[in-house]
């Protein structure tokens, strides 16, 4: 699975990219989200971002970059991060998953993996009385 790890922080971002590729997943990194749309529309194979809220330089927060993925990539899932601020109402798309910063990596791991995993529904069969 590729996933997009999205963060100005460089310690934090080569923690992160650390963390997932030592589970299993191939990782990319940008430091915006303007770099972040570039590698998007680059990449059709990433399945998954991770990305911070606050990002100063470039033209977008990531809850703005969260929504232009979804309009544009809607099969691509999804997780912010913050150790500041919280979404409010209608400020993430469906099924974003928002993490408080600090979080533990297997937290991260468990969701993308959830993300990755195919949700089956079984059709309900019509029972005769």
Do not use: C, H
Not at 31 to 48: G, H, M, N, S
Not at 76 to 104: C, H, N, Q, W
């Amino acid at each position: 699975m590729v996933i997009l790890v999205v963060e100005d922080e460089p310690l934090v971002r080569i923690f992160i990219a650390d963390f997932m590729d030592e589970a299993g997943f191939k990782v990319l990194e940008a430091v915006d989200a303007d770099e972040a749309l570039t590698i998007l529309k680059a990449r059709p194979d990433v399945q998954a971002i991770i990305s911070d809220v606050e990002m100063p330089r470039g033209s977008m927060n990531g809850f703005a970059l969260a929504r232009a993925v979804r309009e544009q990539w809607p099969g691509i899932g999804i997780v912010m991060t913050s150790g500041r601020e919280r979404p409010g109402p209608d400020e993430l798309p469906d099924e974003v998953v928002f993490l408080a910063k600090p979080y533990l990596p297997d937290t991260v791991i468990q969701v993308i993996r959830q993300m990755a995993t195919p949700q089956v529904i079984e059709p309900q069969v019509a029972q005769s009385a």
